[in-house]
């Protein structure tokens, strides 16, 4: 195993033992968990116990069941408690980068509403790279994908559909979908999750 993969595999067991630790301290069971986050008892603990990878929609929506932010489920950082406000600007190119080893080869994933505590979705923009991800993103929710940069191939359910700048998507995230880069350089998208029942 190389220093990549040890990497990786740690940072996975961070997620899953925050996600563990956070719901320990609110005394719940993995029930209860699933009952709020809508997902399985059995995936949440393949998550806790590094079995599985949930992809970023998927943290997001534990992020919220737990009533933390999904960048502190990745990072671990614990950014200073902000109060609600109905207004935060973040400046281009100022979004937060978000590490995170389910991502596939060559995405890279930016937080541009990090800024607000009490936000209801979560926005990305999304640098995705020019091959095939190894599985397809299954998550629930619903997604919106605007096309800022480049032309990608968008593959959903079994749909294939060409994406040009301008062109949007909106979508239950819930069937498999992925997509990967044309003209042999990275698209970029923005990306809204929302990931509330």
């Known amino acids: 195993m190389n220093d990549i993969e040890k990497e990786l595999i740690a940072l996975q067991k961070a997620i899953g033992d925050r996600i563990h630790n956070l719901r320990i301290d609110r005394n719940w069971s993995l029930d209860k968990l699933a009952d709020i986050t809508g997902l399985s008892k059995s995936y949440l603990s393949q998550i806790e116990n590094c079995e599985k990878n949930p992809p970023i929609g998927t943290l997001t929506k534990i992020a ?31 979004g937060k980068p978000i590490q995170h080893d389910a991502a596939p080869s060559g ?18 923009i999304v640098t995705m790279g020019t091959e095939l991800p190894n599985e397809p993103f299954i998550h629930e929710g619903q997604e919106i994908v605007l096309a ?11 749909q294939e559909v060409l994406v040009e700048p301008g062109d949007c998507l909106n979508f239950d995230s819930n069937r498999p979908h992925y997509s990967y880069s044309l003209d042999g350089k990275p698209a970029r998208i923005l990306v809204v999750f929302s990931s509330r029942k």
């Open 64 to 94: 919220y069941g737990l009533g933390v932010d999904v960048v502190f489920l990745i990072t671990g950082e614990n950014r200073k408690a902000a109060e609600p406000t109905s207004l935060s600007h973040v400046k281009f190119g100022k």
């Open 148 to 158: 800022l940069e480049g032309r990608f191939i968008f593959i959903y359910d079994g």
């Open 107 to 124: 995405y890279v994933y930016e937080s541009v509403n990090f800024k607000k505590s009490d936000r209801l979705m979560d926005a990305y």
